[in-house]
C-alpha cells in the first residue's frame, strides 16, 4: 500500500515527456475496472507532456497555467484520450473502432492510430470539417465521416454503425476518467515541487469528462488516505452561453439536466468544437464532485469573448504562446482554451476569484501542428436528405462491411 501519492510516480519518466507514462500506476488505483500495462501505453505513447508556468498577476490574483497543448503530440489535451484508447485497443486486439468527436478526439486518435496501427471510422460535424489537418488524415485508417446533422443526430449514426458492423464504440467513460487522473497527478506534483497553493482549477468544458476524471482521481486519492479534503482546489466551469446545459443545471440547483437546459444556438458558437447539447450522467458525476470539494459553473458570452479575449492572447504571447489561427489568420484555430482564459479574467473581475488566490488556468489546446493550411476531404459526407437506416446501408457499402450479428452493446466493449 502507498503511504504518498508520490510513490505512485514513475520518476524515470519526465513530465514534458508523458504524463500518461509518468502517472501510469494510478490507473490501477482508480476502482475503474480497467486492465491496461505500461507496455501497452508505452507502444502506443507519441508524447503526451506538459509544463506549469506562472502566467500574470490580475487584479492580486496570480494565474498559472497548466500547459497541455504545447508539448502534446498533436496539440491537445485529448492526446490523453486517445494514448488510452490505443493501449486498451492494442490489449484487446481491436484493428478498428468508431468514435464521434467535435473534432479533436477524432484528429487526436487519428494520429495515434497510424502510429499503433489501429483503424477508425470518425464520425464529426460539418461545422468543424475546417480544424482538421489534412495532412494527419491521408494515411487513410482514419475514415472521415463528416455529417451535416444536429449533435444528436451525429452521435445516434456513430452508435448505430458501430453496432450495425460490430465495431467498438470508443472511447467508455472510464477511459476518459481514467486519462485525466493524469493531468490530476501533473498538478499535485508540479505545485508541490514549487512550493505553489491552488486555489481553483479553472477550464472550459463540453461534456466535462476532463474535470470530471481529475477530481475522480483526487476523491480516490482522499479514500486511500493520500490526500486530504482541504488539499483539493475548488473547480470553475466554463461554457459558452450558445450551448450551456451544466451551466443552467447548476444554477437551478439540479443534480440532472433537465429539458429546459438543453437550448443550444450553433450559429452563436464561439467554438463549434463544443457541440454536446446534454452530457447527463457526467454532469451529475461532476455535479456531485464540485457539491463536495466546491466550485462554481459560469456562462461565456460573446461580449466576455470580445472584452478579454485580446488581453488573454497578450498574456499568453508573453510567455512564448501564441496559439495556433485558422487558415488565412484571423481567428484562432481552437478556442477552447482561450475561452478559460476569458473566464478566468472574468471572474476575476466579478470577485469571484479573490486577491491573493491562485488559480490554475487549464489550457488545453490551441497550439495545433498545423502541417497544410487545407482541411482533408471527408470519405463521405452525410445530411438530413435520408433516414438513419439509409445511411447505415450506405455506409457499409462505401466502406465494405458486413452486418454483424446480432449481439448486445457489452459484447463490443473493452475492459
Given at each position: 500500500?502507498?503511504?504518498?501519492?508520490?510513490?505512485?510516480?514513475?520518476?524515470?519518466?519526465?513530465?514534458?515527456?508523458?504524463?500518461?507514462?509518468?502517472?501510469?500506476?494510478?490507473?490501477?488505483?482508480?476502482?475503474?475496472?480497467?486492465?491496461?500495462?505500461?507496455?501497452?501505453?508505452?507502444?502506443?505513447?507519441?508524447?503526451?507532456?506538459?509544463?506549469?508556468l506562472?502566467?500574470?498577476?490580475?487584479?492580486?490574483?496570480?494565474?498559472?497555467?497548466?500547459?497541455?497543448?504545447?508539448?502534446?503530440?498533436?496539440?491537445?489535451?485529448?492526446?490523453?484520450?486517445?494514448?488510452?484508447?490505443?493501449?486498451?485497443?492494442?490489449?484487446?486486439?481491436?484493428?478498428?473502432?468508431v468514435?464521434?468527436?467535435?473534432?479533436?478526439?477524432?484528429?487526436?486518435?487519428?494520429a495515434?492510430?497510424?502510429?499503433?496501427?489501429?483503424?477508425?471510422?470518425?464520425?464529426?460535424?460539418?461545422?468543424?470539417?475546417?480544424?482538421?489537418?489534412?495532412?494527419?488524415?491521408?494515411?487513410?485508417?482514419?475514415?472521415?465521416?463528416?455529417?451535416?446533422?444536429?449533435?444528436?443526430?451525429?452521435?445516434?449514426?456513430?452508435?448505430?454503425?458501430?453496432?450495425?458492423?460490430g465495431i467498438?464504440?470508443?472511447?467508455?467513460?472510464?477511459?476518459?476518467?481514467?486519462a485525466?487522473?493524469a493531468?490530476?497527478?501533473?498538478?499535485?506534483?508540479?505545485?508541490?515541487?514549487?512550493?505553489?497553493?491552488?486555489?481553483?482549477?479553472?477550464?472550459?468544458?463540453?461534456?466535462?469528462?476532463?474535470?470530471?476524471?481529475?477530481?475522480h482521481c483526487?476523491?480516490?486519492?482522499?479514500?486511500?488516505?493520500?490526500?486530504?479534503?482541504?488539499?483539493?482546489?475548488r473547480?470553475?466551469?466554463?461554457?459558452?452561453?450558445?450551448?450551456?446545459?451544466?451551466?443552467?443545471?447548476?444554477?437551478?440547483?439540479?443534480?440532472?439536466?433537465?429539458?429546459?437546459?438543453?437550448?443550444?444556438d450553433?450559429?452563436?458558437?464561439?467554438?463549434?468544437?463544443?457541440?454536446?447539447t446534454?452530457?447527463e450522467r457526467?454532469?451529475?458525476?461532476?455535479?456531485d464532485?464540485?457539491?463536495?470539494?466546491?466550485g462554481?459553473?459560469?456562462i461565456?458570452?460573446?461580449?466576455?469573448?470580445?472584452l478579454?479575449?485580446?488581453?488573454?492572447?497578450?498574456?499568453?504571447?508573453?510567455?512564448?504562446?501564441?496559439?495556433?489561427?485558422?487558415?488565412?489568420?484571423?481567428?484562432?484555430?481552437?478556442?477552447?482554451?482561450?475561452?478559460?482564459?476569458?473566464?478566468?479574467?472574468?471572474?476575476?473581475?466579478?470577485?469571484r476569484?479573490?486577491?491573493?488566490?491562485?488559480?490554475?488556468?487549464?489550457l488545453?489546446?490551441?497550439?495545433?501542428?498545423?502541417?497544410?493550411?487545407?482541411?482533408?476531404?471527408?470519405?463521405?459526407?452525410?445530411?438530413?436528405?435520408?433516414?438513419e437506416?439509409?445511411?447505415?446501408?450506405?455506409?457499409?457499402?462505401?466502406f465494405?462491411l458486413?452486418?454483424?450479428?446480432?449481439?448486445?452493446?457489452?459484447?463490443?466493449?473493452?475492459?
Amino acid at each position: 500500500m502507498s503511504q504518498s501519492w508520490d510513490d505512485l510516480v514513475d520518476h524515470n519518466i519526465p513530465a514534458e515527456q508523458s504524463i500518461i507514462l509518468r502517472y501510469h500506476k494510478i490507473f490501477e488505483r482508480l476502482r475503474l475496472q480497467l486492465q491496461i500495462g505500461p507496455a501497452e501505453l508505452a507502444a502506443c505513447s507519441m508524447g503526451e507532456g506538459v509544463r506549469l508556468l506562472r502566467l500574470a498577476e490580475h487584479r492580486g490574483v496570480e494565474i498559472l497555467v497548466c500547459d497541455e497543448s504545447s508539448l502534446m503530440a498533436t496539440g491537445t489535451f485529448k492526446d490523453l484520450d486517445a494514448c488510452v484508447i490505443a493501449a486498451m485497443a492494442r490489449r484487446a486486439g481491436l484493428e478498428r473502432v468508431v468514435l464521434s468527436s467535435g473534432g479533436n478526439l477524432g484528429y487526436s486518435l487519428s494520429a495515434y492510430g497510424r502510429h499503433s496501427g489501429m483503424h477508425s471510422f470518425f464520425f464529426h460535424p460539418k461545422s468543424t470539417l475546417y480544424k482538421l489537418d489534412a495532412a494527419n488524415f491521408t494515411w487513410g485508417g482514419c475514415r472521415l465521416i463528416c455529417a451535416d446533422l444536429p449533435e444528436r443526430q451525429v452521435k445516434s449514426l456513430a452508435q448505430r454503425f458501430a453496432e450495425a458492423y460490430g465495431i467498438a464504440l470508443v472511447p467508455d467513460i472510464r477511459w476518459r476518467l481514467a486519462a485525466s487522473a493524469a493531468r490530476a497527478m501533473f498538478i499535485l506534483e508540479a505545485t508541490a515541487s514549487e512550493s505553489l497553493r491552488v486555489d481553483c482549477i479553472a477550464q472550459t468544458m463540453c461534456a466535462g469528462y476532463g474535470p470530471a476524471g481529475i477530481y475522480h482521481c483526487f476523491s480516490e486519492l482522499a479514500r486511500e488516505g493520500l490526500l486530504r479534503r482541504k488539499e483539493v482546489p475548488r473547480f470553475l466551469g466554463f461554457q459558452q452561453e450558445a450551448n450551456a446545459p451544466m451551466v443552467r443545471a447548476w444554477r437551478d440547483g439540479e443534480r440532472e439536466i433537465r429539458a429546459r437546459h438543453i437550448d443550444p444556438d450553433p450559429d452563436r458558437y464561439l467554438e463549434p468544437g463544443l457541440y454536446n447539447t446534454n452530457p447527463e450522467r457526467n454532469y451529475t458525476r461532476l455535479h456531485d464532485l464540485m457539491s463536495y470539494y466546491g466550485g462554481d459553473l459560469e456562462i461565456i458570452t460573446q461580449a466576455d469573448y470580445e472584452l478579454y479575449s485580446g488581453p488573454v492572447q497578450e498574456l499568453l504571447a508573453g510567455r512564448g504562446i501564441e496559439l495556433t489561427r485558422a487558415p488565412g489568420g484571423r481567428e484562432v484555430l481552437e478556442k477552447t482554451a482561450l475561452l478559460t482564459g476569458v473566464g478566468i479574467l472574468k471572474a476575476i473581475d466579478q470577485g469571484r476569484l479573490h486577491r491573493e488566490e491562485q488559480v490554475l488556468y487549464m489550457l488545453t489546446g490551441g497550439l495545433r501542428r498545423v502541417a497544410s493550411a487545407a482541411p482533408p476531404t471527408p470519405d463521405l459526407e452525410l445530411d438530413g436528405s435520408r433516414s438513419e437506416d439509409e445511411w447505415l446501408a450506405i455506409l457499409g457499402e462505401r466502406f465494405g462491411l458486413r452486418a454483424a450479428p446480432p449481439q448486445r452493446r457489452a459484447d463490443l466493449m473493452v475492459t
